[in-house]
């Protein structure tokens, strides 16, 4: 464990910083002061100082002051100080802008803003970034991503909770989640409501936290005296507060508002002798989807999940119109409709014939994300289609696919590693189809591998049994089968299929669907792509939850399907086996 | 491979025995012309002599003859003609009667005949019995029974068949299931229409013909000639078609009606020199089920079958009243619904209050036999019941069942072994219920144990996977997917379960027990016992077959669903996750 250093802004304050008077532009025109409290908290027992660069975008930093030299000479000033004696933190605080569709700014601008500032991070000898205070999903993922663009230093993410949700809605598990998927090295939380309140956020991402964390609470809880806000926790109270999160497995602790040198001495005290370990989260590395106010995990050990594929204009004459028009509304229509019936997932496809998918895919995206919780599934062939939609993307969406075809895993890997984006893995390489289980697994197995090469962690893949229909391929529903049982107890990975190609060609589909659905969730299936609308697949999908024990209670089944009536009675027209009937000698 | 010996009929009217005139008087009379007979045989190659006491029973010995001593006097001829240069069959024909309800002789009285013919059999030396030229099912589970209530003797069954059926309607593989469940050591079957006939006979066994088989071949077609039959095979032609007996894998070949010594000497040098293996039956020791026209196998990798459960009074005031006044129409009626909604085998259960069950449950299966194809189950907790309804039933049906309740599998286990019955095997050691999976296949380990210490075959084993209540014991169903699997996959053993107990206080239970079925299905569960009525059930049972490539072509799914027509639209009442709506940061 080790400490963060504390608050900055209260000891500027006290050395002359004005009212009104920004930070940057005092710390920039007296190195000195700044110098001075990066060495108090060094002294303190901060093993980490953080750079007075918190306002040092575009979008804030003060007329007339150049956003790279800035940042760089902050940092500067921060290196010097700390000399061998402790790591800088290049900070970055919010821009205090939005991202369409939630504000005016377009994602890659935020980007750039932020690649910028972190280029004279870089540049002035920080040693890690620290993006903190962040309020909005979008703008985090906006920070690492410019951070991997520019340079390779880790990335530490903090977060602000009021209330177990941050400003545009989103919870501290959904937030590790999503950064979980980036890739960042250390996950924290910081300001709020003092180190009482913040227990419950850090509590609330333990499930899935399999990264370092640390938290950098206020000196309690802010008040204002005198118009102006002042935090009240003292040190050694501080110290006492700061206990639990020791306990719970932090990986580092540090102050934000209020906290002086005398906090972190104090609190550093606390686990001088504590040897550190990460705790292991009841499940790790499972993949995560995550729309800014929804995590949706899937797992074989979880409730399979319903991917809506309604939205795709294949075989759809309206929607086909409207998308080459530009409209969304029976696409919104569908989406509505899909949620209604339970779908956890949307699959986004717009591939109809005079469409220009790179466009009109993010420009559909950004208009679900603003109507819809539910995270997207990201449906194209067009790696470029699937590049612009992860931008307008606040989350972790789902990209839908990569195959074996050549050169596809090289494009689509590292981007969907770039922007912590789960992938379906389809096993096919190239014309000739895998048909036996064993054929489906080496292909997987050669996939995987080329993903662990280009460094694409196991977290953001979810196979593809590939269903081929057994009108064709008789045993190819086993096969399928095989293939999740497979990934499931082999490689604790998640499945996916469509699942309405098993029955295609033959009669009463729906009978042959729901059918596979619970032999696959039997096996370990976590989602499948389908139309939520058939009542037989969502029958089936509640009934297997109860049986499978993910529905505690039944609670779930007894609320949708307590009205439920069976239709009794035998078919017309089947054989009589009756005495006298010719009967074959062997039942099959 | 060894010769049995030819023909005794032809032989005996060329040294005198008159037309009209019995054999077995003429033998009696003539001792040493029917050792000079064995004798031909013998040194034509011969290394069995079978015993001139084919019309040996009470029912059919001439006045004047004792049953006992004329077996054993005949056999101690055969016995001394031999001497160590050959063994002794003791010959058993049929009697000429059926059983009830096909005739008026009751199964016990047949079996009583033939323990009589036997204990001469066994008195007079002979080495084995060869129980010969049968064409009812019962008759030659009559005669088997007989064999091992009075003997260890070896015992060879050989039944007649005329275009592939004998004359009470049993075919060639319903015959050796029945026989192998019965633990016979010898199957074959003989007579009829020379061996070329006899070759498809033998081929629809080999199936599952896990027992060494031999064939006894007429010396061709039987043709009229002045008033008289006669056969005209030459021994060399004999011989060159006894050729493909051999190379299907016959242990033993003979001749019957016209064969001499001469066909013998022809026949043996066929395979002199042929070094004998039994041939690998596609399927080994799968669990049968048998009527006298219908074989059931029931496997984990064949067809799930379903046993309907609606004959059992409990619950059903109609049913009750009636088989309290010994009335079966409703039974019937059962009985008739089941099979016309796709049951593959019945269970028959009669325990209602004031009903004596050692009676009424024979009397009812007796009644079902002549009226039903399909295999019954005997359902009772009355071991007499059982034995009862075993004497009366003519071919193997399922016990229900045996559990590790003290002295059950005792008393039941060497029951169903002495009556070729298959059994189900229930999991149950005490009033404490097995939860886990290991809890319970530790119970299965400790019956097939002591199943195994009382000599009782895997094959009449079906292990039930113990259904128990998924809305008081969450985990049980997987618990009983798990025991389904491991006993498919560990020790290739078929599985039961009764169905409806999953859903049992929840709503909608046709959903769950639809669902569960088609769990267990992909496990390997190989029966069900359930309400055929259910058209959900079928349903999933159906589609589950196309599903796990059972069901050739969808050929049967087709025929029954070609018109099924889905009910479509979302249900009413579910919650939206629409923005705005308050939705779950996790979706479970
Ligand atoms: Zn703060
Ligand atoms: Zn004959
Ligand atoms: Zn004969």
Redesign the interface.
């Given at each position: 464990m080790f400490a963060f250093d504390g608050g900055m802004g209260t000891l500027l304050q006290a050395r002359g910083l004005k009212p009104g008077q920004s930070p940057e532009a005092f710390g920039l025109a007296n190195p000195d002061i700044v110098a001075d409290i990066h060495r108090e908290y060094i002294n303190a027992g901060a093993r980490v100082v953080t750079t007075n660069t918190f306002g040092g975008t575009d979008f804030k930093l003060d007329a007339g002051l150049e956003v790279v030299s800035f940042n760089r000479e902050m940092t500067a000033v921060a290196r010097q100080a700390a000399g061998d004696r402790a790591f800088v933190a290049g900070d970055i605080g919010p821009t205090g802008k939005f991202c369409r569709p939630l504000g005016d700014v377009d994602f890659r601008d935020l980007v750039e803003a932020f690649k910028r500032q972190i280029r004279g991070l870089s540049e002035g000898g920080a040693d890690l970034l620290i993006i903190e205070t962040q309020f909005d999903l979008a703008e985090c993922r906006a920070a690492v991503i410019a951070a991997r663009e520019v340079c390779d230093l880790p990335v530490a993410v903090s977060m602000t909770f009021e209330d177990g949700v941050s400003l545009t809605g989103t919870?501290p598990?959904?937030f590790i989640d999503t950064m979980q998927n980036l890739g960042v090295e250390l996950i924290g939380t910081n300001c709020s409501a003092g180190p009482e309140g913040m227990l419950e956020v850090v509590r609330a991402m333990l499930p899935r936290l399999s990264t370092p964390f640390f938290a950098q609470p206020n000196a309690g809880l802010p008040e204002l005296e005198d118009g102006r806000t002042v935090f009240r926790l003292d040190p050694e109270t501080f110290a006492e507060q700061i206990k639990p999160f020791v306990a719970l497995g932090a990986k580092a602790i540090g102050g934000c508002c209020g906290t002086t040198p005398e906090h972190i001495r104090c609190a550093s005290k606390v686990f001088e002798d504590v040897a550190w370990s990460l705790p292991e989260p009841p499940e790790r590395d499972c993949l995560v989807l995550t729309s800014r106010?929804?995590?949706?995990?899937v797992s074989p050990h979880?409730?399979s999940?319903v991917i809506g594929e309604r939205i795709n204009p294949t075989g759809k004459k309206q929607l086909t119109a409207e998308l080459q028009a530009g409209q969304f509304s029976e696409a919104f229509r569908f989406?509505?409709?899909q949620?209604?019936?339970?779908?956890?997932i949307l699959d986004v496809n717009v591939g109809a014939p005079m469409v220009r998918e790179e466009t009109l895919l993010p420009d559909l995206v950004s208009a679900l994300v603003?109507?819809?919780?539910?995270p997207l599934c990201l449906d194209s062939t067009n790696a470029d289609a699937i590049r612009a939609a992860l931008d307008v993307y606040p989350g972790s969406p789902l990209v839908n696919s990569i195959s074996g075809e050549p050169g596809r895993m090289q494009a689509l890997g590292p981007l969907c590693k770039h922007y912590g984006a789960p992938f379906i893995m389809l096993p096919l390489l190239g014309r000739k189809l895998p048909v036996t289980a064993s054929d489906r697994l080496a292909v997987i197995e050669s996939l995987l591998r080329e993903a662990d090469d280009l460094g694409v962690p196991r977290r953001l893949i979810m196979v593809d049994a590939l269903v081929l229909t057994?009108?064709s391929k008789?045993?190819s529903?086993?096969a399928c089968?095989e293939v999740i049982r497979h990934c499931r107890d082999e490689w604790n990975l998640a499945t996916v299929c469509g699942l309405s190609n098993?029955s295609f060609g033959?009669?009463?589909r729906?009978?042959?669907n729901?059918?596979?659905l619970?032999?696959g969730?039997?096996?370990g299936l976590s989602a499948f792509i389908a139309n939520?609308?058939?009542?037989?697949l969502?029958?089936?999908l509640?009934?297997?939850e109860?049986?499978?024990?993910?529905?505690?209670q039944?609670r779930?089944?007894?609320a949708?399907?307590?009205?439920?009536k069976?239709?009794?009675?035998?078919?017309p027209g089947?054989?009589?086996?009756?005495?006298g009937?010719a009967?074959?000698?062997?039942?099959?």
């Open positions: 919870r598990l959904t106010a929804q995590s949706v995990a979880r409730r999940k989406a509505k409709e949620l209604a019936c339970g779908a956890h603003s109507r819809v919780q539910a057994v009108s008789p045993e529903a086993k089968l098993i033959l009669p009463a729906e009978l042959l729901a059918s596979f619970v032999m969730m039997t096996q939520p609308g058939s009542n037989r969502m029958e089936s509640s009934s297997s109860v049986l499978l024990a993910r529905d505690p039944a779930d089944f007894v949708g399907y307590a009205e439920w069976p239709t009794g009675g035998p078919l089947r054989d009589s086996h009756l005495a009937a009967a074959p000698v062997e039942t099959p």
